[in-house]
């Protein structure tokens, strides 16, 4: 069967909807739950203004719809600047291998821009789907790290890594 291309295009002032419909309960489950209309706003200036990184609308090749998001931008991880990559992809378009394909995308892209080695990914312990994009996406397991996602809020997450020089 031939696998379904996607692109990915930069985040955009129009995508703001996007950002809605990834919001819901079902959508932010290993995230800590929806966020406010306040927080979100700020999180698509953030998308669209991001200087170091690239977010991007994910679309289907063939006919151009939007399925999800995903992206790359800096954290320091354990004393060095590295690049952190995460994803979503709506409802309707889940369990077709869309999310692997956009995550091998955004290796390139992080690839491409040059500026560091590692890629990483910190999708929590029992997020089954997302670690699962890791793994077919080429990621190494490294281990697990403690995150507090929101103040107080602490998760389990798996710390997978791309090396984009290897
Ligand atoms: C994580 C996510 C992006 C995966 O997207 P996807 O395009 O469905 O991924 P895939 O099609 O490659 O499926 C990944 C795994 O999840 C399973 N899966 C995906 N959608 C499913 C569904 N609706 N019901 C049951 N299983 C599902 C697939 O069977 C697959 O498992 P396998 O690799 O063991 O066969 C998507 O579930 C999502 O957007 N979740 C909410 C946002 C989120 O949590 N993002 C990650 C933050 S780290």
Redesign the pocket.
């Known amino acids: 069967m031939d696998e379904e291309q996607v692109e990915l295009r930069p985040w955009s002032d129009g995508d703001l909807w996007l950002l809605k419909r990834?919001n819901s309960p079902e959508?932010?489950?290993?995230?800590g739950g929806p966020e406010s209309e306040e927080r979100l706003a700020a999180r698509h200036r953030r998308y669209a203004g991001l200087e170091r990184g690239c977010m991007y609308r994910v679309e289907l090749a063939a006919g151009g719809e939007t399925v999800?998001s995903i992206g790359y931008w800096e954290r320091e991880w354990r004393g060095e600047p590295v690049w952190e990559t995460?994803?979503?992809?709506l409802?309707e378009?889940?369990?077709?291998?869309?999310?692997?394909r956009a995550a091998r995308a955004v290796v390139e892209a992080a690839r491409a821009a040059g500026r560091h080695r590692y890629l990483h990914?910190?999708?929590?312990v029992d997020?089954?789907?997302?670690n699962?994009?890791c793994r077919?996406a080429g990621f190494t397991l490294l281990g697990e790290a403690e995150f507090e996602y929101r103040k107080g809020h602490w998760i389990t997450s798996n710390d997978w890594r791309f090396d984009l020089q290897g």
């Open positions: 990834l959508m932010t489950e290993h995230l999800g995460g994803w979503g992809v409802p378009f889940q369990g077709r291998g869309l999310a692997a990914a910190f999708p929590s997020h089954h789907a997302s699962s994009v077919k």
